[in-house]
């Protein structure tokens, strides 16, 4: 910039032929107004030097020395004023030099455009930052939907299972009261699947029943009777609710009452006449002879004697329901 304005104010009066005395108003004009803008020039390039130590960018070299500047000036207005002046017309020609430094317009054009597209990122990311809010929202929404559908269907399926629990224990009570044996406010239906005495308890107890539990003599000559009608001509052991796990010797009914009466099986008695034996019979043992090992009872389907047994043993079941 400087030399463009040194060349213009050098070369333009030699065009329009003006003489010594024009050099001399310029050098008056130069007097007043020169120093200003040398003042002006030094305090552009402080400027630039530190915004350019700032910003990063390389210092140029096209105003590292405005001294030297000055001093050619001044060289070239002392060479005019001993009268040389050349007929031919001075014509620049291109110089092969370093490119020219950053103008303060370059700069602050460049620094403008920059934050125009830090600006322009900062929106398009307040931009996709709203629209991942907005789907944030949305998946939220959408899950707590879907949760309530879940507790929903949670509740509905738990309802229909106690729904289908009640109608399968309620089929259970009408099946055994239709197919089995009606007794007073009891129904006992006698089951064909052998079972252990704890699963043969549960089974009963999901038809909305529990294992046979004869509170008196008469429901327990009723029972061996049904027994003895569905199994014969076979002898087959039926579990009852009749246990002593609790301890031994005090046999309980499922129910936790007490048993307040008993039908043991006993080995046959020796006839009139002969001598009786100390040993018991091999086959038919009295009742109960099984100790800690045999808890559980059952009954006999032939005459309808108990005989303590392993609780873990498959045996028939017969299952007692309420009417």
Known sequence: MQAAWLLGALVVPQLLGFGHGARGAEREWEGGWGGAQEEER????????????????????????????VEGKEDWEMEDDQGEEEEEEATPTPSSGPSPSPTPEDIVTYILGRLAGLDAGLHQLHVRLHALDTRVVELTQGLRQLRDAAGDTRDAVQALQEAQGRAEREHGRLEGCLKGLRLGHKCFLLSRDFET??????????????????????????????????????????????????????????NGQ????????????????????????????????????????AQASDDGSWWDHDCQRRLYYVCEFPF
């Open 197 to 254: 005495q704890a699963a043969a308890q549960a089974r009963c107890t999901a038809r909305g029943g529990s294992l046979a539990q004869p509170a008196d003599r008469q429901q327990m000559e009723a029972l061996t009777r049904y027994l003895r009608a569905a199994l014969a001509p076979y002898n087959w052991p039926v579990w009852l609710g009749v246990h002593d796990r609790r301890a031994e010797g005090l046999y309980l009914f499922e």
């Open 258 to 297: 007490r048993v307040s009466f008993f039908a043991w099986h006993r080995a046959p008695r020796p006839e009139l006449g002969a001598q009786p034996s100390a040993a018991p019979h091999p086959l038919s043992p009295d009742q109960p002879n099984g100790g800690t090992l045999e808890n559980c009872v």
């Open 42 to 69: 030094e305090r552009e390039a402080l400027m630039l030097k530190h915004l350019q130590e700032a910003l990063g960018l390389p210092a140029g070299r096209g105003d590292e020395n405005p001294a030297r500047t």
